[in-house]
């Protein structure tokens, strides 16, 4: 996207055009409130142009880098959000007018990423959400290549094993998940 001496309003213009709609989607999945993830956004943008000069070639990782960090200074500033709300174009909102058992397959995703960690959602996230590999995930979370790998790994397995047992879900008589929805994420971006 041009070399570092030439990243002036253009260069910047070019980037805002061509990642704002997966910056502002990746911190809308994060915090679910659709105003302030524009504010949010728009704050990711404006650190963009001030380290404009620091931007790598393949920037859009370095971008979900700088919105992961405002959104953690947002959190430690105690804002609260909805706890959660529907999201502009969902699948789930789709899908469950279409088939309503896909629907319930989505909650017992939903449920199970909310047994996980904080890293494990966001490592799963980063690569089956956003679509990065484990090379750019790893630069987003400022760890090595190796380590993410291994957290991914890890991650899938205990995401699979909590679709596997919603113990409270079947004691309250909801059945199992689908064995399609525990299927781990492709393993070509590895």
């Known amino acids: 996207m041009g070399s570092v001496d030439q990243r002036g309003v253009a260069w910047f213009t070019a ?43 393949h920037c859009l990782p370095w971008l979900y880098g700088i919105a992961r960090r405002v959104l953690a200074n947002d959190r430690r500033a105690g804002r609260t959000r909805p706890a959660l709300v529907s999201l502009p174009g969902d699948d789930v909102l789709r ?43 790893a630069r987003v979370l400022g760890r090595a290549r190796g380590t993410v790998r291994v957290r991914l790994f890890r991650a899938r397995r205990r995401l699979a094993k909590a679709l596997e047992n919603p113990a409270s879900d079947r004691e309250n008589g909801a059945s199992a998940p689908s064995p399609a929805v525990i299927e781990p994420l492709e393993e070509s971006h590895a």
Do not use: N
């Open 15 to 57: 980037v805002y055009e061509e990642h704002y709609d997966a910056v502002r989607r990746y911190v809308l999945r994060r915090l679910r409130d659709p105003s302030a993830s524009e504010e949010l956004t728009q704050e990711v943008f404006v650190i963009t142009w001030r380290r404009r000069t620091r931007a790598p070639e």
């Open 95 to 137: 899908d469950r007018r279409e088939d309503p058992a896909r629907g319930a397959q989505h909650v017992d995703v939903h449920r199970a990423m909310d047994a996980l960690s904080e890293t494990d959602r966001e490592i799963l996230r980063l690569v089956g959400w956003e679509g990065l590999d484990v090379g750019d995930a």
